[in-house]
């Protein structure tokens, strides 16, 4: 089964891939961040835990985010295979994750940084539903508005342009050992996330598909496998 995580720097657009690819593939979309407030809303245990350091405005520990992790990946529409999206983020966090699921491939998801601080300095947040726009790749149809309920949008603070280049240094530096991990485990596959996001979803695909091929002959096309197949 296909089991893969997406990495990428922020304004990489690994969610907004994530979310496609995993409609027309029909894997789930696991991103961290919904977990975390999904769990938070549904007042589990361990989401009341994760809600109180989300207020407090802490980090959620590993522990924490593996557990709902470990639950989310155990659920019937995950087990038919999932794109992990937002998670790990440096390499301990990579190693936990090895203890809970073999990996089919880390999509490495490449962009020059200069495009990546154009992406970021570009995003605009509806100030009351969160919904996220950006002036070039997707403006809203009112300028400065939302198109769902006409709120006014933001820039967020780390979206400006000298924050943005702070956290792309940081997010750089956790990422390398991250992705060295991965190399030296065969599973990184890298794709040029320039151009338009059709374009980034017809490379993605491609690529998906030979690394899931690679896997349990089940979930290959049939032909690509290499003998009769019985039901
Ligand atoms: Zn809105």
């Known amino acids: 089964m296909p ?23 029909r894997l789930a979309h696991v991103s961290t961040g919904d977990l975390l407030r999904a769990a938070a809303a549904a007042g589990t245990p361990l989401g009341r835990e994760a809600d109180g350091h989300i207020r407090a405005g802490r980090l959620v520990p590993d522990g924490l985010v593996l557990a709902l992790l470990r639950d989310r990946l155990d659920r019937p529409d995950a087990r038919a295979g999932f794109i992990l999206d937002g998670f790990p983020r440096n390499r301990p966090q990579a190693e936990a994750l090895a203890t809970i699921t073999p990996l089919d491939a880390v999509v490495w998801f490449e962009l020059p940084s200069a495009v990546l601080v154009d992406r970021l300095a570009g995003r605009r947040v509806c100030t009351q539903c969160g919904t996220v ?10 300028a400065g508005r939302c198109d769902r309920d006409g709120a006014g949008l933001v820039q967020r603070p780390d979206d400006r342009p000298e924050a943005v280049t702070t956290r792309l240094k940081v997010y750089a530096d956790q990422t390398a050992p991250l992705l060295e991990y991965y190399r030296g485990r065969g599973l990184v ?17 491609a690529v998906l598909e ?4 690679r896997g349990d002959a089940a979930t290959s096309p049939p032909r690509r496998s290499p003998g009769p197949r019985s039901r």
């Open 189 to 205: 596959r890298s794709i040029d996330a320039a151009g338009t996001p059709e374009d980034v979803t017809a490379r993605l695909r």
């Open 3 to 25: 089991r893969f995580v997406f990495l990428g720097a922020p304004g990489a657009g690994k969610g907004t891939q994530a979310e496609i690819l995993s409609r027309e593939a």
């Open 133 to 142: 726009y950006n002036v070039s790749s997707r403006p809203p149809r009112t």
């Open 210 to 213: 030979a690394a899931a091929g």
